[in-house]
């Protein structure tokens, strides 16, 4: 069974950098639609940013220009680097694999990771 393991969580001062690493225990990083999700307490998961196959990607308009899926096929690794971060930035962020376009609503895959932590304050 696939497993995704998320790293690279901790509190940061607003307008600090972070990069979220997302390990696979197999090869579904390298082909498969990958996305990272967050979930601040007491709101709903809201999609971040989504990595397709062929390399194309899409940005929740809160963090567009300011935050960057990529993957690392040799190190079956997808990150999100998080750079001018802001307050409301904070949340648990989750990595997810074999998620689907319908249109332009994003459905999340079967298969996430534990989630990392990621707190943005003075």
């Known amino acids: 069974q696939v497993q995704l393991v998320e790293s690279g969580g901790g509190l940061v001062q607003p307008g600090g950098s972070l990069r979220l690493s997302c390990a696979a225990s197999?090869?579904?990083?390298?082909?498969?639609?990958m996305a990272w999700f967050r979930q601040a307490p007491g709101k709903q998961r809201e999609l971040v940013a989504v990595?397709?196959?062929?390399?194309?990607?899409n940005y929740a308009d809160s963090v567009k220009g300011r935050f960057t899926i990529s993957r690392d096929s040799a190190k079956r690794t997808v990150y999100l680097q998080m750079n001018s971060l802001k307050p409301e930035d904070t949340a648990v962020y989750h990595c997810?694999?074999?998620?689907?376009?319908?249109?332009?609503?994003?459905?999340?895959?079967?298969?996430w990771g534990q989630g990392t932590q990621v707190t943005v304050s003075l």
């Open positions: 197999g090869s579904i990083v390298n082909n498969n639609v």
């Open positions: 997810n694999a074999e998620g689907k376009w319908y249109g332009s609503v994003f459905q999340w895959g079967r298969i």
């Open positions: 990595l397709t196959g062929d390399g194309s990607t």
